[in-house]
């Protein structure tokens, strides 16, 4: 890993005592166009919209169900609505595209964004294929544009102290074993919308079931800690334990990422008694778990006890996905292997196709 590289991982970490607000009040508020109003996570831009931290210029939306629905909670002008994204990119001029849509409309949204020079993040993972993710990789690099992919565990202050405690300070020596869990008691049975249902559950459109769904998380982060390298194989059980909820797609899997001399292992369930997202990492010389979004737990070799402590506060252009989309925007941030790089993402798709391919056949799949 590069000096420079080991640098700004540590800047991430460092503690700013500028708010978030403080920051937006030096720098102009991103104008963003809005693809899609049938993911979930729609709503936390609409609350950053509430709060003006950002501008919404336009949303492409043809569901007239969304459209009332958002109108009436938000307050939204008639004027902000547009049939679908070109129709919108013909009459406002966005500083970037954000996605709230199905996964595998995520590539139509690039390649309406891209051959204007805009910039696009979409909502985790990437696509749903690793035939669409290259077509996108590829429009990003025609028309030289940044395409990120947002996930929330990326802007958790126990995920990026745990890297910096691994990496940099190197609190357990060499990387032996990840097991990241992520999850919860499945969409239906938390209540997402019915457009989210959807197309949650159908396999072309979100490309599995839970295996997508969560799987990426853990895919995203190993990655990251693996310095960007893909894996050798892939290996994944997957299992419908519900299939009377969910009969088109997985409910459960279990992946496993076999690296030169390290062994991943992906636990993504929409079966989870409780909601999980946390990371357990193993070294030569001792343990870190990143046990939620701010806390961790440490053990050390010829320790007795495990330490907790919790995660130092992120510098503001790491803290969130609009902060973070702005820094790279204004050439202050670049995303080399982060979290929410291209480079990062292609290999997540890499990784879900392999684990599908994996848990259809029986075999572990070779990663080229």
Avoid at 20 to 26: E, G, H, K, P, V
Avoid at 263 to 274: D, K, L, Q, V
Avoid at 280 to 292: C, R, S
Wanted: glycine content about 4%.
């Amino acid at each position: 890993m590069s000096h420079k590289f080991t640098l700004k991982i540590a800047c991430v970490l460092l503690f700013s005592f500028i708010s978030i607000s403080t920051l937006q009040a030096q720098q102009p508020k991103l104008n963003v166009a809005v693809a899609g109003l049938n993911h979930d996570h729609i709503y936390l831009i609409m609350n950053s919209f509430q709060k003006g931290e950002v501008n919404i210029i336009g949303i492409a939306e043809n569901n007239p169900d969304l459209i009332q629905r958002f109108k009436k909670r938000y307050q939204l002008a008639d004027s902000l609505f547009f049939s679908d994204l070109p129709a919108l990119l013909k009459k406002r001029k966005p500083d970037a595209v954000l996605a709230y849509n199905a996964i595998s409309d995520h590539l139509a949204v690039v390649e309406a964004a891209a051959p204007l020079g805009i910039s696009v993040m979409v909502e985790k993972p990437l696509a749903t294929t690793v035939k669409d993710a290259e077509k996108m990789a590829q429009l990003a690099l025609k028309y030289n544009i940044h395409l990120l992919t947002n996930y929330e565990t990326t802007w958790y202050p126990s995920n990026q102290e745990a890297y910096l405690n691994i990496k940099q300070q190197k609190m357990i020596g060499a990387v032996r074993k990840m097991i990241v869990h992520d999850g919860h008691e499945g969409p239906k049975e938390i209540g997402v919308s019915k457009e989210f249902l959807s197309w949650l559950t159908d396999p072309k459109k979100n490309g599995a079931g839970a295996l997508n769904d969560f799987g990426c998380y853990g895919a995203n982060l190993m990655t990251w800690l693996m310095d960007g390298k893909p894996p050798i194989s892939v290996s994944a059980i997957t299992h419908q334990i519900k299939p009377d909820v969910y009969p088109n797609v997985d409910d459960d899997a279990t992946i496993l990422l076999e690296y030169p001399d390290a062994t991943g292992i992906i636990e993504a369930s929409w079966n989870w008694p409780f909601s999980i997202k946390d990371m357990e990492v193993f070294g030569k010389t001792g343990y870190i778990q990143a046990v939620n979004e701010h806390q961790l737990r440490l053990k050390e070799n010829g320790k007795a006890d495990y330490k907790v402590y919790k995660a130092k506060a992120l510098a503001p252009a790491y803290a969130n996905s609009l902060a973070y989309l702005a820094a790279v925007l204004r050439n202050e941030i670049q995303p080399e292997h982060d979290l929410s790089s291209l480079e990062n993402n292609l290999i997540v798709v890499k990784i879900l196709e392999a684990a599908k391919t994996s848990a259809k056949t029986g075999k572990k799949v070779l990663i080229k």
